[in-house]
């Protein structure tokens, strides 16, 4: 059983939440141009371990069957954090329908097992997924039975054990008192 240290998930959800609070208004004209497609085209790998990142803190989200406003504004933060800011949200909200129709059409478990598969070949993109994941869970400052359900069976998928992923918790909350 995976143990969520709400202090250090509560200081990286405050920041996420933070960042993502704020819907980014649409662009036109040749600012437009430049936020179009995908931030990390151009480079496969690292597009596959974002999207795969965005699909673990999606799948997270939609794993109690409610979506709610602090969850949103956390998945918005945490992209743009990983995007430098420069993911749009109708961006945001497209990768998420994607995940959305997958999600109906494989299930929770195809899908983690296959962002899973993705993320394990690299273990700092696995681990990062892994914390972004809890983060969202905690987004609402309540980790559901589901939540807990999806984020241990992420881990499994992720080949992550009980006692390293709350090690990896454990270094989060360390790095926030620093």
């Given at each position: 059983?995976?143990?969520?240290?709400?202090?250090?998930?509560?200081?990286?959800?405050?920041?996420?939440?933070?960042?993502?609070?704020?819907?980014?208004?649409?662009?036109?004209?040749?600012?437009?141009?430049?936020?179009?497609?995908?931030?990390?085209?151009?480079?496969?790998?690292?597009?596959?371990?974002?999207?795969a990142t965005f699909e673990g803190m999606f799948?997270?989200?939609?794993?109690?069957?409610?979506?709610?406003?602090?969850?949103?504004?956390?998945?918005?933060?945490?992209?743009?954090?990983?995007?430098?800011?420069?993911?749009?949200?109708?961006?945001?909200?497209?990768?998420?329908?994607?995940?959305?129709?997958?999600?109906?059409?494989?299930?929770?478990?195809?899908?983690?097992?296959?962002?899973?598969?993705?993320?394990?070949?690299?273990e700092t993109a696995t681990e990062a997924a892994?914390?972004?994941?809890?983060?969202?869970?905690?987004?609402?400052?309540?980790?559901?039975?589901?939540?807990?359900?999806?984020?241990?069976?992420?881990?499994?998928?992720?080949?992550?054990?009980?006692?390293?992923?709350?090690?990896?918790?454990?270094?989060?909350?360390?790095?926030?008192?620093?």
């Amino acid at each position: 059983m995976i143990k969520i240290n709400t202090d250090a998930i509560a200081a990286l959800r405050e920041r996420m939440l933070e960042k993502g609070g704020a819907p980014s208004i649409i662009l036109s004209g040749p600012a437009a141009a430049k936020q179009q497609g995908h931030p990390l085209a151009g480079d496969p790998e690292a597009m596959a371990l974002f999207d795969a990142t965005f699909e673990g803190m999606f799948l997270m989200l939609a794993s109690d069957g409610a979506v709610n406003k602090e969850e949103l504004e956390v998945l918005r933060g945490a992209v743009r954090e990983l995007t430098a800011g420069v993911m749009r949200t109708a961006q945001i909200q497209e990768l998420a329908a994607g995940c959305a129709a997958r999600l109906d059409k494989d299930g929770e478990k195809v899908c983690l097992e296959r962002i899973a598969g993705v993320l394990k070949k690299d273990e700092t993109a696995t681990e990062a997924a892994f914390v972004l994941a809890a983060v969202v869970a905690f987004a609402d400052e309540e980790v559901t039975d589901e939540e807990d359900e999806t984020l241990n069976l992420f881990a499994d998928f992720l080949e992550l054990s009980g006692d390293r992923a709350n090690e990896l918790l454990d270094e989060l909350a360390q790095a926030q008192k620093e």
